[in-house]
């Protein structure tokens, strides 16, 4: 088993703790977070055990979990990192790229291992599918959500958005070529709705909708390709798939075939695949145990982690090149 050690014991520190906690790949050593009154009431609830000293706890585990504000992710990271202790990170992985840089930088010296927590590459909807989007020409993404205090310190692109922009770049095999974004603050001082279009080199367009203000949740992405329509349903997990493929000469009475402009007939046909019940955080943190364990290359590493936090940057950026309310 892998000794842990979690640094932030918030609403999602807390999570983590408790899934380590069940995990028989981690033995959780115990946690620490800035904010002594509440360190000590999660200590006193839960008895996990609180360290009052970042450096002790670091020293005392193999695999430190990030799970702090991003504005303490790189500096929290650089000090395990040195340390030579893995490294599970929540998203985004840094405040700005350079950090993220520097992180990569200090995971070749000291030959470490790393993940970021985007955890919706472990969403099972996404999971039974992605197998099946191949080359995807556009994208259209809708991540929605009723409005939380809670994140309101960075953009909605930060907060939401990225986990699209990393669910898309881990299907979508060619550079960003040109982005294009808008973004709408309405409660906070950041962009509470945002907007982006990124156009890949091949030609794929990803269409990206995110808001922290609406009435209800939403989180679908719909992958169109040739002969192909595959929608994502990351919140409700369900999925559908619709194919094409050339029409039988004599199709059956109940066979749904189109025929285009040139005469082309093409047969409809549905797929429904199975969509498993899984815990996602538990399983990206036991996927990281695997990578550390495996000696290969975690499902999210830093890099792209990184490249996730590059494109995310580049559509805040847009913003000022175009009317921000």
Avoid: W
């Avoid at 670091?58 to 991003?70: E, N, W």
């Avoid at 994140?151 to 299907?171: E, K, R, Y």
């Amino acid at each position: 088993m892998l000794r842990v050690g979690v640094l932030g014991a918030g609403h999602l520190g807390k999570i983590h703790l408790r899934l380590l906690n069940e995990s028989k790949k981690y033995e959780l050593i115990g946690f620490y977070d800035a904010d002594v009154v509440n360190a000590k009431k999660v200590e006193a609830e839960s008895g996990y055990t609180y360290f009052d000293n970042i450096n002790t706890l670091i020293a005392s585990v193999d695999v430190v979990d990030i799970v702090t504000p991003t504005l303490s992710h790189f500096e929290c990271a650089k000090k395990a990192i040195e340390n030579g202790k893995h490294i599970f990170i929540e998203k985004p992985i840094t405040n700005t790229y350079e950090e993220a840089e520097e992180l990569l930088n200090l995971e070749r010296k000291y030959r470490i291992k790393g993940q970021v927590g985007h955890v919706e590459r472990f969403n099972p909807a996404f999971s039974a599918v992605k197998h099946q989007i191949e080359n995807p020409m556009f994208i259209e993404t809708h991540r929605l959500a009723e409005f939380n205090p809670r994140g309101t310190d960075v953009p909605v692109v930060l907060d939401l958005m990225i986990h699209d922009i990393d669910a898309i770049l881990s299907v979508v095999k060619a550079e960003v070529k040109q982005i294009n974004a808008s973004g709408v603050s309405v409660i906070s001082k950041s962009p509470d709705i945002a907007n982006a279009r990124i156009e890949f080199e091949n030609g794929c367009v990803a269409n990206l909708t995110a808001s922290r203000i609406s009435l209800k949740n939403m989180r679908k992405s719909r992958f169109f390709q040739k002969d192909a329509y595959i929608s994502i349903d990351f919140l409700d997990k369900k999925v559908e798939v619709v194919k094409m493929k050339d029409a039988p000469e004599n199709p059956g009475d109940f066979d749904l075939v189109l025929q285009n402009a040139e005469g082309e007939k093409k047969q409809i046909y549905f797929e429904n695949p199975d969509v498993g019940v899984n815990n996602a955080i538990l399983d990206e943190l036991e996927s990281f145990a695997e990578a550390i364990e495996k000696d290969i290359t975690p499902l999210v590493s830093l890099s792209q982690g990184a490249k996730a936090l590059k494109v995310a940057l580049q559509i805040i950026a847009s913003f000022k090149k175009e009317r921000t309310f």
